[in-house]
């Protein structure tokens, strides 16, 4: 069932195992074939056009949907044994789009309180999980505050605060920016790359491909299949393929590929610096 005590287990975060799903069974697959590893530690993206499977595949990650074939594995605990349902999602913990799907209850501290509260802990323990959570996310003056007082962005960062109040070592946005103005998704930006420098596991579903890129790896999915994962410079090359994808292409590519039309000879990369450095000895040349 696991593969030993949480402290022993040295495996992947996250290992998918040739995984199928679909909703209904004359439905056609939503996801198929998808198999990968996220280490632990490890910053991960996921991209793709609506529909290509997305939120089907965070939720596969923390158990609330299981394979009807192959296997997800999270923290060694297989997600489709019972027995591991628990440790399962104890272990990733799941952040919605709309914060409004989490909210469940009116003022702050007992809307981040009530995670632990179904964990079981003593109320100190839950007290001081819940204070630690909002420092966290930069909430805690708000801690008395009625949840519907605040910003989207605010609101969101306190979803974040409950969901790590489980204390999961595995953390799956998805698209935890999207109802979010820009300075909203700043912030939850922030949090979640103080997360993975303190050693969390993250993975973010994003349509923002400036997000994509500060990931260690970026995986893009296109009607349920993974087209490829890797380093952000090494899928963000070809902004015509990312096009077809669905995807947006990330602004220094853009920049690239529309000096590049002008006749400037410049990489397709991702690096600014590299970029500047270009345009400089191209200018110079000229
Ligand atoms: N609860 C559901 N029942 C049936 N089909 C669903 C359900 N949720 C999603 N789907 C379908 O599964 C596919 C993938 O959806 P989803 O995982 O939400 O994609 P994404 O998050 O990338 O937009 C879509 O075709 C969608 O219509
Ligand atoms: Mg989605």
């Known amino acids: 069932m696991a593969a030993g005590a949480d402290n022993a287990?040295?495996?992947?975060a996250i290992s998918f195992r040739d995984v199928c799903f679909r909703y209904h069974?004359?439905?056609?697959?939503v996801l198929s074939g998808i198999s990968f590893d996220v280490a632990a530690g490890e910053h991960v993206a996921i991209v793709g056009a609506n529909g290509s499977g997305k939120s089907t595949l965070a939720k596969l990650i923390n158990g609330l949907l299981v394979p009807d074939s192959g296997t997800v594995t999270v923290g060694g605990y297989v997600t489709n044994d019972p027995r591991c349902t628990y440790r399962v999602r104890a272990h990733a913990g799941l952040v919605f789009q709309n914060p409004d799907d989490q909210v469940v209850t009116s003022i702050v501290r007992d809307d981040v309180a009530f995670g632990p509260e179904n964990l079981g802990l003593s109320?100190?323990?839950?007290?001081?999980?819940?204070?630690?959570?909002?420092?966290?996310?930069?909430?805690?003056?708000?801690a008395d505050d009625d949840v519907a007082t605040l910003s989207g962005g605010q609101r969101q960062r306190v979803t974040i605060a409950g969901i790590l109040a489980m204390r999961p070592s595995v953390l799956v946005l998805d698209e935890p920016g999207a109802m979010l103005d820009p300075r909203g998704r700043r912030g939850i930006r922030r949090v979640s790359r103080e997360l993975h420098a303190a050693g969390m596991t993250v993975v973010v579903i994003t349509q923002h491909m400036e997000e994509a890129v500060l990931a260690?790896?970026?995986?893009?999915?296109?009607h349920g299949r993974i087209v490829t994962i890797g380093s952000p410079e090494e899928v963000f090359t070809d902004p015509g393929r990312l096009r077809s994808l669905g995807l947006d292409v990330p602004f220094p590519l853009l920049v690239a590929e529309a000096l590049r039309s002008?006749?400037?000879?410049?990489?397709?990369?991702?690096?600014?610096?590299?970029?500047e450095e270009a345009i400089c000895r191209s200018a110079s040349t000229t």
């Open 123 to 142: 109320p100190a323990e839950i007290v001081a999980r819940v204070e630690d959570a909002l420092r966290t996310v930069g909430m805690w003056e708000h």
């Open 262 to 275: 002008r006749g400037v000879d410049v990489p397709l990369t991702l690096d600014e610096a590299m970029l």
């Open 25 to 29: 069974d004359d439905d056609q697959h």
């Open 9 to 12: 287990y040295a495996g992947p």
């Open 216 to 222: 260690d790896r970026v995986m893009v999915l296109d």
